[in-house]
């Protein structure tokens, strides 16, 4: 199928993105909502915008078109559940996007990197039923040690660039690569539960590199 993936720049959508094409599915197009001007991050449960400066790289880094849209909405239901639209909620933001690019792409079905969050998983599945698409979310409810691992051994590089959790730093741990905070996040989900693969807003990454990239890495 031809896909448009939701990108936020993190390892999660990389991954997923690397699963399509293993599944023979195409990437035709990436797809980013980001916050307002001069808004470096939002507080969202929908959205990743952290690093969103640099997602233009991303898809020149990957060759593909990029479609941006301003996340001009908020959370106006925080249910769990998302089943009729609701004006001015930032997911009729995402649905306005896709809409556009199914205008300009045969698009088929939309990649997305969601692990645990039904809030968010609910949310995009509503949007893709309503523009009749499918939903491909490879990593979705897969153990995270298991899927951490996956994406080390599958040549993801990608950096923390947020901290949120009991006993990561920083000062220590930005900037830190997968392999080498995986034995960190390995020993804080023993002592404290964390999830390792940051679901819980624990940690954010950035890809620098990948499979997918056809162009030169990202250089911050």
């Known amino acids: 199928m ?3 993936a939701l990108i936020s720049g993190g390892k999660d959508s990389t991954y997923n993105m690397i699963e399509c094409v293993r599944h023979g599915h195409e990437i035709v197009a990436l ?3 980001h916050p307002k001007k001069d808004i470096d991050e939002l507080d969202s449960y929908m959205y990743q915008s952290v690093g969103h400066e640099v997602i233009d790289l991303f898809a020149k880094a990957m060759e593909l078109p990029l479609y941006r849209a301003e996340i001009k909405g908020d959370a106006q239901t925080t249910n769990k ?3 009729q639209p609701v004006h001015g909620d930032e997911v009729e933001d995402l649905y306005e996007l896709l809409s ?4 300009k792409h045969t698009i088929e079905a939309v990649s997305v990197g969601a692990i645990f969050s039904e809030y968010q998983n609910n949310r995009v599945a509503n949007v893709c039923q309503r523009l009749n698409l499918q939903v ?8 995270q040690q ?3 691992n996956e994406m080390i051994d599958s040549n993801i590089e990608a950096i923390l660039i947020k ?3 009991l006993g990561l730093q920083p000062k220590e741990h930005l900037g830190k690569t997968l392999v080498e905070i995986r034995p960190i996040l390995f020993k804080l989900a023993e002592k404290y539960g964390i999830n390792v693969c940051g679901e819980g807003g624990e940690f954010e990454t950035l890809t620098l590199d990948c499979s997918l ?8």
């Open 163 to 165: 901290t949120a959790a």
């Open 136 to 143: 491909l979310a490879y990593i979705w409810q897969r153990d």
């Open 81 to 83: 559940e998302y089943d």
């Open 2 to 4: 031809h896909v448009v």
């Open 31 to 33: 797809a980013n909502l």
């Open 100 to 103: 556009q690019i199914k205008e």
């Open 213 to 220: 990239f056809k162009h030169q890495r990202i250089i911050l």
């Open 146 to 148: 298991e899927l951490l």
